[in-house]
């Protein structure tokens, strides 16, 4: 009986360790081990692989333009099949998409501010015939957005006594650390907290501070870890605020990539 005691034992100490065991899928794993990803990446050549938006820039300021020269340097043929963003405040496009060798051609990435503020890394990824799952090469456009002015503009989502800057946030396969400003306009303290349940990859939330009074400004603080296969919208709800589930949550949206 001692003997199945001891087994039972380690049976249930392997699987505590299993539950706290992340498996890396293994397209991540061979992103993070194999920096040229496939073929065509040497024959590409770029001016510049990461850019920074002007300074200066707000949500009211136009949407900028940044280019990356590029050039193929071998001695064949290089199409560029589909170029992919981390998020949708940035448009891509390219002045040609089949490079002769020797031939340049210039990839345009219009960064849109309205509603996107704070301080991030956005990423483009770039495929070609040869380039199978795997991108040819990852260009990034580091930016740095100041808020819009204006109490009602800064607070145009309301979710019960909570009022929010933005209700949308997307997200890349990489660890991101997004603040939302909000507001308390009830008259009575609030402590927002947040159902992770339908979100399938980690995520960490906080308020800071953690109790808001009224009146008062404050920062919801979000943290993800998503994976390459994470694509689509999730539901976090807020608790706290007053409000319906339904009517108190903030959508956290990734796209493909």
């Keep these: 009986m001692k003997r199945f005691g001891i087994i039972a034992a380690c ?59 590029l050039r193929n340097v071998s001695g064949r043929e290089i199409s560029i ?55 040819a090469a990852v260009l990034k456009v580091n930016a740095d957005v100041a808020w819009n002015t204006g109490v009602e503009a800064e607070y145009p989502y309301v979710c019960g006594g909570l009022r929010l800057r933005r209700k949308a946030v997307e997200i890349s396969s990489r660890l991101e650390n ?11 303290p609030m402590t927002v907290t947040a159902q992770t349940a339908f979100v399938p990859f980690p995520l960490t939330f906080r308020c800071k501070p953690e109790t808001l009074p009224p009146g008062e400004e404050g920062v919801l603080i979000i943290e993800t870890d998503a994976e390459p296969s994470h694509s689509g919208e999730f539901p976090l709800i807020l608790s706290g605020t007053g409000a319906r589930p339904s009517e108190s949550k903030i959508m956290i949206m990734k796209n493909k990539e």
């Design 81 to 135: 099949d589909r170029i992919t963003c981390s998020c949708s405040c940035v448009k891509v496009s390219l002045s040609q998409q089949v490079l002769s060798p020797g031939q340049e051609a210039l990839l345009s990435a219009v960064y849109y501010p309205k509603g996107h503020p704070g301080k991030f890394q956005r990423r483009i990824y770039i495929y070609t015939s040869a380039s199978g799952q795997y991108p």
């Design 178 to 188: 997004i603040h939302i400003r909000c507001f308390n306009s009830s008259p009575n």
């Design 11 to 69: 049976v249930a100490f392997c699987q505590v360790l299993s539950a706290q065991i992340r498996t890396v899928p293994a397209q991540r794993l061979q992103e993070q081990v194999n920096p040229r990803l496939c073929a065509d990446s040497a024959a590409l050549s770029f001016d510049f692989k990461e850019l920074d938006t002007p300074s200066g820039l707000s949500e009211d300021s136009d949407p900028v333009c940044l280019e990356f020269p």
